[in-house]
């Protein structure tokens, strides 16, 4: 919590609660779905300085909210990026290695006999 304001005696009266994040969002083989996105969110909340028990509850409420927008703009970004790989025909699997022009396919190794 970063105090953003004061009263006259110099005690906090409001505070910004601030959240960020980083993140990337990978394929199975750990190529990058989604690139390295920076998602920050915050809110202003007032609190008395005679009033410790009910702005704990409100920075708790506030926190809450951020961690549930956090999540869902997570997940939003996420979906954005699955949508239009998909609309343009691509695939959520990590991308095929293009063979080596004129190199010959390898046999398949027959199974172990037990």
């Known amino acids: 919590d ?3 304001a004061i009263d006259s005696q110099g005690r ?3 505070y910004s609660l601030r959240y960020a994040v980083i993140f990337i969002f990978r394929r199975e083989d750990g190529s990058e779905l989604v690139p390295q996105q920076v998602i ?3 809110r ?3 609190s008395p300085p005679t009033d ?6 409100e920075r708790e ?3 809450n909210e951020l961690r549930r927008e956090m999540s869902a703009s997570i997940i939003r970004r996420i979906d954005s990026v699955v949508r239009a790989e998909l609309e343009k025909g691509g695939s959520l699997s990590a991308p095929k290695a293009k063979p080596i022009e004129g190199a010959v396919p390898a046999e398949p190794v027959p ?3 037990h």
Not at 52 to 57: L, N, R, S
């Open 52 to 57: 410790a028990t009910g702005t704990t509850t």
């Open 40 to 42: 920050e969110l915050s």
């Open 2 to 4: 970063l105090p953003i």
């Open 12 to 14: 906090a009266q409001e």
């Open 44 to 46: 202003d909340y007032v």
């Open 111 to 113: 199974a172990a006999k």
């Open 61 to 63: 409420i506030l926190a």
